[in-house]
């Protein structure tokens, strides 16, 4: 494992008696000092690798590895790992000193170690002057700032976060994604969030996991799991997406709606089936002259940065275009796209599956000289 490698899975299962697993055969790695986010709908297992990590599960099968070390039979307090619960988990009788400083009593370090690290702690979420002050006082996004604190306070090398802002309102979750953010980067250390909101995900990490029944669909940083997802799933869970049965005929040209495109994708067999994704916002409204494709708009919202415009083509698939222009339901527009805009997937095809097929192809073009 490298140096730089802090949390290793091994072909981890997590199951439940004779239930289907939650967790099935994941591998892994993550890098120290980055901030990682397991995306994913309810029961997909992102909770459940948090709970792996922080040793309050035990794996069924596999091999779990921190800083170089196997920790599967290590116990929770042993390993140099904090967790921020969905709830905070806050003390409500004590106060935000008692409750930042609580571990560290645990510990029993001296009275002036604890008022050191305690004022260092709540300096570091912006409370150094909310430490007499009592938990049922305190707003939401300040109770999350003192679970925070109380966590840091330990020193861990991970800090664990399970879905800790789905309890704000929208206005505050934004604000405390950018001041997470800001403390990960001021702390150094690996920050590991749970969340299946993917406007969080892609705002907050430096890579995400897009998590599925158990299986991760496809890793990578935000812009890639935005602009070139794996399959279907990640496209359509990631953002919204016009998605489309299509052919592949050769490199660089795909048909779908009856029509060829150029496109940027390579490496498929020729004329092989495949789904054809293209963001709404990379479709622009023109006349029906102009347009690749001719949509009668059926509805439209204004979503106050832009309009939400759903309409359907003569062939009857429904297209989704967010544009800074009006439409007028019930009139025929034409769309325009670039090549760049088209984005190819192969049917039901795994990360591992498309990673070698890229491997793959570039062999091959090494032995052709290019």
């Known amino acids: 494992m490298s140096t730089s490698t ?145 966590a840091i306070v330990n020193e861990p090398e991970v800090l664990l976060l399970d879905e800790p802002l789905s309890a704000l309102d929208l206005k505050l979750r934004t604000e405390m994604q950018y001041e997470l953010r800001e403390l990960q980067r001021r702390l150094g250390i690996t920050f590991v969030f749970v969340t299946h909101d993917q406007e969080e995900a892609l705002a907050m990490s430096d890579e995400i996991f897009v998590i599925n029944k158990g299986k991760i669909q496809q890793r990578g940083v935000p812009t890639d799991i935005y602009d070139e997802p794996i399959n279907r799933f990640v496209a359509d869970f990631i953002g919204e997406s016009n998605i489309i049965q299509g052919k592949m005929l050769r490199d660089f040209v795909v048909q779908f709606d009856g029509k060829e495109f150029e496109c940027v994708d390579q490496g498929f067999n020729p004329n092989e089936s495949v789904e054809v994704v293209i963001r709404p916002e990379d479709l622009e409204i023109t006349t029906k002259e102009k347009g690749h494709l001719k949509v009668k708009v059926d509805s439209q919202l204004f979503r106050g940065v832009h309009y939400e415009i759903c309409g359907y083509d003569e062939n009857g698939n429904e297209w989704i275009v967010h544009s800074t222009k009006k439409a007028v339901v019930g009139e025929e527009i034409g769309l325009y796209f670039e090549p760049e805009a088209i984005h190819v997937m192969r049917l039901g095809e795994t990360e591992e599956e498309f990673d070698a097929r890229l491997e793959a192809y570039d062999d091959q073009g090494v032995e052709n000289g290019n």
């Open 6 to 150: 802090i949390i290793r899975f091994e072909n981890v299962t997590k199951q439940y008696d004779n239930d289907a697993a939650v967790l099935d055969n994941v591998s892994f790695e993550m890098e120290r000092g980055k901030f990682y986010t397991l995306l994913g709908p309810s029961g997909c297992g992102k909770t459940t690798i948090l709970r792996l990590i922080s040793g309050l599960v035990e794996a069924s099968h596999g091999k779990i590895y921190i800083n170089d070390k196997l920790v599967n039979d290590v116990p929770a307090n042993k390993r140099q790992v904090n967790t921020v619960f969905q709830d905070y988990a806050l003390f409500p009788h004590l106060n935000v000193f008692e409750n930042v400083a609580f571990g560290l009593r645990v510990k029993k370090l001296k009275n002036a170690d604890i008022q050191k690290k305690v004022q260092e702690a709540l300096r570091f979420v912006n409370l150094e002057a909310y430490e007499n002050r009592e938990i049922s006082e305190m707003s939401g996004g300040q109770r999350q700032r003192v679970a925070i604190a109380r």
